[in-house]
């Protein structure tokens, strides 16, 4: 610090500028607590239709208003939802770094080029089965999901009392897990590249006949994970959570990861460790630029099908004329033979295909594209809806309302909020997580103390410099010291060395 800003600092000057820093946003943090009433009160100002829901715990003796959670669904989000993306919703919750804690729980979706949309997040005291059943009720209101969520489906990475919560709010809603987190508790119990890659065949078998066909190398290759794979006990593995053979064709979407909510996570890491109304106004921010530089490139888009299904499209045309066969039967079904000897049947009427790929995600498969160009039509005509550019900017439409500085607020009427208790922990906080061995594995190798890269310039040997290359010569042979009297012993005997001058020769020798 002394060679930064050039001037002498002891160390308790830094000591004291460090408490006052740290009293200070303490202060910060305890302000804006305070107003966080005014904040809800200035997003429903801006747009009526923004839901914030502010729940406080009274249980203190001065009976206070201690805040415990928030919700925020901003009406731009909720509309947008509602007009273009699909009944799918990714629920996850992260920490927050702040020093008071917490959680985020979000609701993301997928919108027409199937990239992620945020629809609803909010602050808890932590991830529970009441915390869970709170978020969903109030997502359910705005969202207007009827029939007890039936229609709509959920991937989540079973959060601690999610699955409970759904079935008391939602329990005819249909719910999936990552297959990745699957994966994660089953390599530790059998691991190996082989089991590894044999389940994600498993998970990624689209019609009941591969996947027993895949089960059946699954119990040859290791009876164990067979067993434990298809445990009745556990609910939670059940291949319809999991497995695409198992999903419903009416979604329009085969996702098989929580990447939605992993991938907003990562989107807001900067904003986790800020105090309450600077994290969700960073977000907010986020999320109002994202939607206009979204909508701002679409319209540019001359293509009537959004890039990211487009790109899908083509690579089946691609294998479409290379590796299928059509055959006509004259009806609109089509019998389509592979390459690899095997027959699927395409109905163009009612567009779904045997291998169910075009059923569970909307855009024709191979032999839907070989049986469409058969019959001289076009396979865009045969797109879902929910790809289509007019769905992507009918989503977008809805634009987050801008908001003023903390300065312009009106005070609102109710109690000021105070802050939740602030229980400081032994040691450095912790800003990153415990990683699992399978997220390690994928960092690279970590370099240990001893660097192999180094090469001495003394000795060209690798794994120190010129510097220490005294410390690796190796150790001196001992001189040999020899006393007096052995000396005198190799003269009397003749084995002392010669004195006479280089380069001599010795006498001949006398013949008797």
């Known amino acids: 610090m002394s060679s930064g800003i050039k001037a002498k600092v002891s160390y308790q000057q830094a000591y004291r500028t460090k408490i006052d820093a740290l009293n200070q946003l303490e202060l910060c943090m305890k302000e804006q607590y305070a107003k966080v009433q005014d904040y809800a009160q200035e997003l429903r100002r801006t747009d009526p239709n923004t839901t914030v829901d502010i729940m406080c715990d009274f249980n203190n003796l001065e009976k206070q208003p201690i805040f415990k959670r928030m919700y925020i669904c901003l009406g731009a989000l909720k509309e947008g939802f ?14 927050l770094k702040s020093p008071y804690g917490g959680q985020l729980l979000c609701a993301v979706g997928l919108d027409a ?27 359910e209101k705005d969202l207007k999901i009827t029939g007890e969520g039936n229609g709509f489906t959920f991937i989540s990475d079973k959060q601690k009392g999610l699955l409970p919560a759904c079935e008391l709010v939602l329990p005819l809603a249909e719910h999936r897990f990552c297959v990745r987190h699957l994966w994660t508790n089953f390599n530790k119990k059998f691991p190996g590249k082989a089991l590894k890659d044999q389940l994600w065949a498993i998970a990624k078998s689209t019609t009941m006949a591969y996947y ?7 119990n040859q290759m290791d009876t164990n994970a067979y067993e434990w794979l298809t445990d009745p006990n556990e609910p939670t593995r059940n291949p319809k959570h999991w497995c695409r053979a198992h999903f419903n064709g009416i979604l329009k979407c085969d996702v098989l990861l929580n990447n939605l909510c992993e991938s907003f996570n990562a989107f807001i890491l900067l904003a986790r460790s800020k105090p309450v109304i600077s994290c969700f106004e960073e977000i907010r921010v986020k999320l109002m630029k994202r939607i206009a530089v979204r909508k701002e490139k679409m319209t540019k888009v001359v293509d009537t099908i959004c890039p990211k299904p487009r790109e899908i499209l083509e690579k089946n045309k691609v294998r ?3 590796d299928c066969i059509p055959n006509a039967t004259g009806s609109t079904k089509i019998e389509v033979e592979s390459i690899g000897g095997n027959k ?5 009427q009612m567009r779904t295909c045997a291998c169910r790929r075009w059923n569970l995600t909307g855009i024709p498969c191979k032999h839907a594209v070989s049986a469409i160009h058969f019959m001289r039509e076009k396979p865009e005509d045969y797109m879902d809806a929910c790809y289509l550019k007019k769905t992507y900017l009918a989503t977008y439409s809805h634009t987050i309302q801008p908001v ?5 607020w009106m005070p609102s009427d109710e109690l000021a909020i105070l802050p939740p208790q602030y229980t400081r922990q032994p040691g450095r906080p912790k800003t990153k997580r415990n990683k699992d061995a399978a997220e390690r594995e994928n960092d690279g190798p970590k370099l240990g103390r001893r660097q192999r890269s180094l090469k001495c310039g003394t000795c060209n040997r690798l794994g120190h410099n010129s510097k220490t290359c005294h410390r690796h010569l190796p150790p001196k042979t001992p001189v040999s010291t020899v006393t007096n009297a052995q000396k005198k012993k190799k003269l009397n005997t003749g084995e002392a060395s010669s004195t006479k001058a280089k380069g001599t020769k010795p006498p001949p020798k006398v013949e008797e």
Request: aromatic share 12%; proline share 2%.
């Open 113 to 139: 080029n199937n990239t992620t949309y945020v629809v609803a997040y909010a602050m808890v005291e932590m991830e529970s089965k009441d915390s869970w059943i709170w978020f969903l009720s109030l997502l």
């Open 404 to 408: 003023n500085g903390m300065d312009l």
């Open 344 to 348: 699927y049947v395409v109905d163009l």
């Open 212 to 218: 027993w066909k895949e089960m059946t190398l699954l």
């Open 320 to 322: 479409a004329s290379t």
């Open 82 to 95: 509602k007009n273009g993306c699909r009944p799918i919703l990714g629920l996850n919750g992260c920490h």
